[in-house]
């Protein structure tokens, strides 16, 4: 056992926050969608920041207390904006005639999302210099092991603040059937920029005058494509959530690895993708190539017999691909899984640029029309996933989970640029590939990676991979300079 995995988190502090200001819209009923209702099985969505320790001062003595009492009042603002995260989840029964529904209720006064002040005797380079993330990292999410459904009885959001020797992990908790990882990382940018307000108007005038405007405020009236329609409760076709809910998912023995992409790199990868596989329509994306080349590395890894089936499966935002397209600034889920399919000895046996090919077509083939489809199949026969169905894809497939193109370091919460983003236990299965956008410039990413001890030391081994991936002690020496 490592020292970071020795130590233990201790809480300090827990409160409940509700929103600044409470309008009578926040108040009505806030209906789930098709895309929200199917996730009340999965985890809800882990990720945070690790930022620098502020430095005291004689005008501040105490400079993180001040910080993390401004995160209380920060978030209690923010809330005013994305008023769903403080309600709870209520199911609304009836036998005659038969109707089961689900939707999030905001109008008691009482509820609201919990903040949790949390502290470890750990310094940033604990938790940054091992390869592998430290399992105390699970420990800096609240929740651990909650499934969206337990909204029903648990906050929608949970914020825990924890406090390193030398750094500042600010990590959320948040309902995955309330919103996807664009909700998500607006939500964090949200909190983030009135942090960085209520801090530069605390030094100025005093708290109370700090406003509450964001520059990108949230859709949150869910959009169901009826027309113009309002929202409705969805009949679901059950009697008690123990027809949908069995036995919750246990996760096997897993390695988890950070993966550095440099921009240089990434250009790389591109270019050998377009010579060998570019098509007449477009050109391969730089995403598509890293995604292509992952497949194909944990394809080799895995050492399956040349006729195995494998699929690479990709989280595709389905906002823009709508027409006409739905802002991004829609607060709920717009999101859907897509795939390419070969045989592992097709797909070893062909290149990088081949297999971004497969990819690309699948995106190109994920239409308005195809969308559309989707969603009115699911009305005509709604259903919310067994156990983890909607990720329990074959041994032998890849999921690429987020997006580089989320906003994560634009979350300045007043102490500058973050360090790292590292996630917690949630959903996390053995071929998850979780993307972020890489600190060493535009167009550089990094890759969290979750495989089994035995696959992931065959990857470390995998040339081709490891050609392509910065080593971490260059990405160690990056962030000193951060």
């Given amino acids: 056992m490592d020292q970071a995995t020795a ?3 201790r809480q300090i502090s827990k409160c409940t926050v509700k929103p600044h200001k409470v309008s009578e819209e926040s108040k009505q009923p ?10 009340l099985n999965i985890n809800y969505i882990q ?10 001062s004689l005008e501040d003595p105490n400079p993180t207390a001040t910080f993390i009492d401004q995160l209380k009042q920060s978030l209690s603002r923010t809330l005013t904006h994305f008023y769903p995260l403080s309600g709870r989840m209520v199911t609304k029964k009836q036998d005659n005639p038969p109707f089961y529904g689900i939707y999030v209720d905001c109008s008691n006064d009482s509820l609201g999302a919990e903040f949790i002040h949390a502290a470890v005797d750990l310094s940033m380079l604990d938790i940054l210099a091992p390869i592998d993330p430290p399992r105390i990292v699970q420990s800096f999410f609240a929740l651990e092991g909650a499934i969206c459904h337990d909204g029903h009885t648990e906050p929608l959001l949970v914020v825990q603040v924890t406090e390193l020797l030398d750094g500042i992990f600010v990590g959320c908790t948040f309902n995955h059937a309330i919103g996807d990882g664009t909700s998500y990382w607006n939500f964090f940018n949200a909190f983030a920029e009135i942090n960085r307000k209520l801090r530069k108007t605390s030094k100025e005038a005093g708290d109370q005058h700090t406003e509450c405007s964001i520059a990108r405020p949230p859709i949150t009236k869910r ?3 009826e027309g113009n329609g309002d929202p409705f409760l969805i009949n679901l076709p059950y009697s008690h959530h123990k027809e949908f809910i069995q036995d919750r998912y246990e996760r096997p023995l897993l390695r988890e690895r950070m ?7 990434m250009v790389k990868l591109k270019a050998k993708a377009n010579e060998e ?3 007449k329509d477009a050109q391969i994306s730089s995403f598509q190539s890293l995604g292509a080349l992952v497949w194909r590395s944990i394809t080799r890894a895995r050492n399956f017999p040349s006729d195995r089936k494998t699929s690479c499966m990709l989280t595709i935002n389905d906002r823009l691909r709508l027409n006409p397209p739905l802002s991004e600034n829609y607060f709920g889920n717009y999101v859907q899984i897509i795939c390419g399919t070969t045989t592992v000895g097709e797909l070893l046996e062909h290149g990088t640029g081949w297999a971004a090919v497969l990819l690309q077509e699948a995106i190109k083939g994920h239409t308005d029309e195809k969308i559309r489809g989707l969603k009115e199949e699911w009305m005509k026969k709604p259903l919310i996933y067994h156990g983890c169905d909607i990720v329990k894809f074959d041994a032998a497939s890849v999921i690429l989970s987020s997006s580089p193109r989320f906003d994560v370091y634009g979350c300045d ?3 500058g640029v973050a360090v790292a983003a590292r996630s917690g236990f949630a959903n996390k299965y053995d071929g998850m590939v979780t993307s972020y956008r890489g600190l060493t410039g535009i167009g550089s990413a990094m890759l969290e990676i979750s495989l089994p001890p035995e696959s992931m030391s065959a990857l470390e081994s995998d040339e081709e ?11 160690l020496q990056h962030l000193a300079n951060v």
Avoid: C, N, Q
């Fill in 7 to 9: 130590k233990a988190v």
């Fill in 30 to 39: 806030h209906y789930l969608s098709p895309w929200d209702l199917p996730v």
């Fill in 47 to 56: 990720k945070g920041l690790l930022f620098r320790k502020p430095a005291p």
């Fill in 223 to 225: 959009w169901f494509m």
């Fill in 259 to 265: 993966f550095h992409f440099t921009t240089e790199s």
């Fill in 277 to 279: 596989g570019s098509t």
């Fill in 413 to 415: 919460f007043g102490l």
């Fill in 465 to 475: 991979f490891m050609d392509a991936v910065s080593p971490h002690e260059i990405h």
